[in-house]
């Protein structure tokens, strides 16, 4: 017997149709944070957090598995219906097949809207979909920190949910019956520039030109008496259009807003589930550890699962990767993978949020004029989605933790973030988890570059191949830039290619391979681009006098600064993975930097390395 559970308004439970009366105070906020993420395990320190605004209490445990028998007496459940509370490692969860929550029936339905085949479709998923709301979200749950977490972002749910429909009301001509309802959007939220654009469109579609003219002064007085600003520069072409009599205000029912465009899909896959992988890097070696531990951070067979963060230097093969897992275990996620590259470390800005939201949503189907405007929405549109399909979202080449955030799906499906930098504030505050990935090993650099250069590799001494393979230091690509120059010079043998590294000694300059993307050297500045000033001087000093381990200390005597903030600049260089830190307080450079061409870049083995940066402490 199904107990259903309403969030969207005044909390409401039914079992059976007969309405359960849930007691006032704590007992509705533990009920309400479990169907909030109902299916999933909601940990016992959140559920602390959610029960007591302030520090939860020594006896926080205690207290909530008293909390949870009495909720499980009041929900009900006997030996032919148990109760719909289920008890796991270290927290509890709702059964997904003993309860339905009206906020997972609305994510359903939004998601079935953006997948449909006509605007007609998807406007009528839209509008049973509102229909769920009945006020105010958890109205009348106590928890300040469970509402004041939780109602904004449902609240933006719901406008973007709101948005989407009014786009494809216009689209299908009921331009008219929308002016109420964009009126009545508008009382509660009159700095909304986007929903002032769609009432002026439905009032100019039906007929009413001087009432569009009229909300377009409104919104303009609400604007200046707000935030001090005025119309923005969709609004004032709106507005110039509504002078004109510009046909372009009128649109045509052909435009299919809020469907799916029709592409070509690979054979086996249905339509609307993204491809978007890149072809793996073949050949593909020395990894197998690594494979395997992913797999273990990404099995989602037990429910949600945390972003996986995969973080290393310029050069280890982290793309590479991330792909080749994507490939080998696509059949994890049937609704398909979304690849975004966020140009964390590459010439120019990284991607900013905004747009790679706009792309995420690109990917999943939604065509540009379902996208709504503003981060906010377009995050909790994203999330709407993604929690709705076992998909795969790939944030390759990430900033920071702040570009990733927004992008990040709540259930559901997954994510997999390739980065230099540690991502230290997604990790530190549980929302990722991290794995780093090292420099390949000697016998698997050296079994890369055998399988790159075969055949010319069969005719190598194992002893010259070894020591080829020994400049490269583990990165993979250093060697494929080796086997690169190998196969552009004829299989140029191993013996004449190490007689110039013997030269140049590092193999990344001695091979130029004449595209920049994809020459180390270059690689690896645009790691300094993200760095502060001082970190990139420290990093300059480092590359010029390389030696053992440093300290704080030493750091600050050569630069005449605080051993604070030098510590902050080996931090800063360490979260970046320019250096390592192989114990306590002390600091390594990550594969031994050396300056080339004026700039630093990865020293390989054999390098000559200058005197020792700082003396080791006595």
Same mark, same amino acid.
Not at 324 to 341: I, M, N, S, T
């Given at each position: ?21 849930? #007691? ?11 169907? %909030?993420? +109902? ?93 769920? *709301? ?16 939780? @109602? #904004? ?17 216009? !689209? ?23 929903? *002032? ?15 569009? $003219? ?26 110039? *259009? ?42 593909? !070696? ?74 995420? $949503?690109?990917?999943? =189907? ?40 927004? %992008? ?8 997999? &973030? ?34 790159? &250069? ?24 250093? @060697?494929?830039?080796? +086997? ?5 010079? =004829?299989? $140029? ?19 130029? @391979? ?5 020459? %180390? ?24 006098? #390389? ?21 902050? $600049? ?8 320019? %250096? /390592?830190? #192989?114990?306590? =307080? ?20 054999? !390098?000559?390395?200058?005197?020792? *940066?700082? /003396?080791?402490?006595?």
């Amino acid at each position: 017997m199904y107990l259903r559970i309403r969030l969207l308004g005044p909390l409401e439970v039914t079992r059976g149709g007969r309405p359960l009366e849930i #007691p006032a105070g704590r007992q509705r906020t533990l009920l309400a944070t479990l169907a %909030l993420r +109902a299916g999933d395990l909601v940990p016992t320190d959140e559920i602390a957090a959610r029960l007591w605004d302030t520090p939860s209490p020594a006896t926080a445990g205690t207290s909530i598995r008293g909390r949870i028998r009495r909720l499980r007496a009041t929900l009900g459940g006997d030996g032919d219906s148990p109760s719909p509370i289920v008890a796991g490692p270290a927290g509890y969860r709702l059964a997904p097949e003993a309860v339905t929550v009206d906020l997972h029936a609305f994510r359903k339905l939004a998601a079935r809207a953006s997948a449909a085949d006509s605007p007609a479709t998807a406007y009528r998923l839209l509008d049973r979909a509102l229909a769920l *709301w009945r006020g105010t979200p958890l109205a009348t749950v106590p928890g300040k920190a469970l509402r004041g977490e939780t @109602v #904004p972002v449902l609240e933006e749910e719901r406008l973007a949910a709101a948005h989407r429909r009014f786009a494809l009301g216009l !689209t299908i001509g009921r331009a008219a019956e929308l002016v109420p309802e964009l009126r009545a959007v508008l009382a509660d939220h009159p700095l909304r520039e986007d929903f *002032w654009a769609q009432l002026m469109r439905a009032l100019y579609r039906s007929g009413r030109q001087a009432e569009a $003219l009229r909300a377009f002064e409104t919104c303009r007085r609400a604007l200046r008496r707000g935030p001090g600003t005025a119309p923005g520069e969709e609004l004032r072409q709106l507005h110039r *259009w509504v002078l004109g009599h510009d046909e372009r205000l009128l649109g045509t029912r052909s435009r299919r807003a809020g469907a799916v465009p029709a592409r070509p899909v690979p054979r086996g896959a249905s339509r609307n589930v993204p491809r978007q992988l890149p072809p793996p890097v073949s050949p593909f !070696t020395g990894r197998d550890a690594v494979l395997r531990a992913m797999d273990r951070a990404m099995d989602n067979r037990a429910g949600s699962i945390r972003p996986l963060v995969l973080c290393g230097a310029a050069g280890v093969g982290k793309t590479a990767l991330a792909v080749h897992w994507a490939h080998r275990r696509g059949d994890r996620y049937p609704d398909g993978q979304v690849y975004l590259d966020l140009r964390g470390y590459a010439p120019g800005d990284p991607l900013p949020p905004g747009t790679a939201l706009a792309a995420a $949503l690109a990917g999943l =189907g939604l065509p540009p004029e379902g996208i709504p405007p503003g981060n906010a929405a377009r995050g909790v549109l994203l999330r709407a989605l993604l929690a709705n399909r076992r998909a795969l979202l790939i944030l390759d080449n990430a900033h920071s933790a702040a570009q990733v955030r927004p %992008l990040l799906p709540d259930r559901g499906s997954a994510a997999l &973030i390739t980065s230099r930098n540690r991502l230290t504030e997604l990790t530190a505050d549980g929302t990722a988890q991290r794995l780093h990935l090292d420099a390949l090993t000697t016998e698997q650099t050296t079994d890369l570059l055998r399988r790159l &250069i075969a055949p010319v590799a069969d005719e190598t001494p194992a002893r010259d191949l070894a020591a080829l393979s020994g400049f490269c230091g583990g990165l993979p690509l250093a @060697v494929r830039v080796v +086997a690169e120059h190998a196969a552009r010079h =004829g299989g $140029l043998g191993a013996a004449r290619m190490l007689a110039q590294l013997s030269v140049r000694s590092d193999a990344v300059t001695a091979f130029p @391979v004449g595209e920049a993307r994809t020459e %180390l050297p270059t690689v690896l500045s645009w790691s300094f681009a993200a760095l502060s000033p001082g970190a990139v001087d420290l990093a300059r000093h480092l590359a010029r006098s #390389p030696g053992p381990a440093v300290g704080a200390r030493g750091i600050a005597r050569r630069l005449g600064t605080s051993v604070e903030a030098a510590g902050r $600049l080996l931090d800063e260089l360490t979260e970046v993975h320019l %250096l /390592t830190r #192989p114990a306590p =307080g002390r600091y390594r450079t990550g594969h031994g930097l050396m300056m080339t061409r004026g700039r630093p870049v990865p020293a390989m083995p054999g !390098t000559p390395v200058p005197g020792p *940066w700082e /003396t080791p402490p006595s």
